[in-house]
């Protein structure tokens, strides 16, 4: 058991739907404890600023429209650069490795925390562990991603949603692509891991789907194309996860230059120049916002409870996770032990989409 009293609970790495639903879990879950929650601003970087930027969280803060919506109320931060923090009259200051953690721990001491529940991936969990051992209070983590490769569990926050939401992309592009007799080529998020596309390329009645951990041809898929156009069928619906290569190995980036994306572009202009009529989507961001689904909502509240949970048996650094149906929890180091954790080429999702006639690549 624990004298935890007061805790800190903040977002780390890209949104997605859900958040804050995990937010309010522990918010509630916390209160109910009878503790106090304080929400950190933009991950850590509301420990470094100064004025630091937090709120302290109650229920009221929750009532519709918040708890439902996509994004994170806390804001968070994928930019992995701490050492750059912007003053709150615009300008830039930059911080060394000791006064950032300085500042981290004068932030935690002047908040009185007792312990920080970090909603991000794995690599956010790492790099707050040690500031919170060096702060001297607890971690705890709560894996989201809508690629769902987080390692240690089968299920992250935002996932469910990001896939519903691509499934009704493609139920949207089927109407189109079936009136113009087109091949739609939509391209989804997943840098190195393709569940959201095969899952959804599934759910979404696809023709072909091309994810980065199994290989494909050109060849193979124009062929799959070919044979179901003479099937009488004149539309077609594929999926490709952004991660994936072309068939010389080069990936695609997005105008950043540092995400991936672009390659629905490759596959549209190489089947335009076969005679399909083809059209390129890319979905982007969307698929990280609205509101969570069911499937969310309660996973994203069952991981907060768990959270505290922990916090309140004393534990510290673990991160929870859903294996096999269960919540449970893993210590953060055996975690990171673990890959992220892509689709398997052999498994089940990959053989019912082949047993439905869909090309998943591999010829
Ligand atoms: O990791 C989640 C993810 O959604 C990836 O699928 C995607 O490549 C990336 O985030 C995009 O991140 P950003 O917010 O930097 O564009």
Not at 4 to 13: C, D, E, P
Not at 125 to 149: E, L, Q
Not at 279 to 286: E, K, P, Y
Request: glycine share 12%; hydrophobic share 40%; with cysteine.
């Amino acid at each position: 058991m624990t004298n935890v009293k007061r805790i800190g609970v903040l977002t780390s790495g890209g949104d997605c739907s859900g958040l804050n639903t995990a937010i309010r879990g522990v918010t509630f879950s916390a209160i109910t404890k009878g503790w106090e929650v304080y929400g950190i601003h933009n991950a850590t970087d509301g420990l470094f600023v100064r004025p630091m930027r937090y709120q302290k969280l109650t229920m009221a803060d929750f009532t519709c429209p918040y708890a439902t919506m996509g994004g994170t109320m806390l804001g968070t931060n994928n930019s992995g650069n701490a050492h750059i923090q912007e003053r709150a009259d615009g300008t830039i200051e930059e911080l060394t490795d000791e006064e950032l953690n300085q500042r981290f721990k004068d932030g935690i001491k002047e908040l009185g925390l007792s312990a920080l529940v970090v909603i991000g991936g794995d690599g956010s969990m790492a790099i707050v562990s040690k500031y919170c051992k060096m702060a001297g209070i607890s971690m705890i983590g709560i894996p989201k991603t809508i690629d769902n490769d987080a390692p240690g569990t089968d299920m992250a926050i935002g996932f469910a949603t990001a896939k519903s939401i691509v499934a009704d992309a493609l139920d949207k592009l089927d109407t189109t692509a079936t009136s113009h007799n087109r091949v739609i080529v939509l391209e989804v998020m997943g840098r190195g891991a393709g569940h959201l596309a095969l899952e959804a390329g599934i759910a979404g009645f696809a023709d072909a789907i091309l994810i980065p951990e199994v290989s494909y041809t050109y060849e193979g898929l124009r062929e799959c194309l070919k044979k179901s156009r003479a099937e009488g069928r004149k539309h077609a619906l594929v999926v490709v996860a952004e991660g994936v290569k072309t068939p010389d190995g080069k990936h695609s980036f997005a105008t950043n230059g540092k995400t991936f994306g672009g390659i629905s572009e490759y596959f549209a202009t190489r089947l335009q120049a076969d005679g399909f009529n083809v059209r390129a989507n890319i979905l982007g961001h969307i698929q990280r916002a609205g509101s969570p689904v069911v499937e969310d909502r309660l996973l994203a509240s069952q991981f907060a409870v768990k959270a505290i949970e922990l916090l309140a048996e004393g534990k510290d650094n673990r991160v929870v996770v859903h294996q096999n149906g269960q919540i449970t929890d893993m210590d953060l180091n055996d975690v990171l032990k673990i890959s992220n954790t892509p689709v398997d080429p052999n498994g089940e999702m990959v053989k019912t989409a082949r047993s439905l006639g869909i090309y998943v690549g591999e010829k």
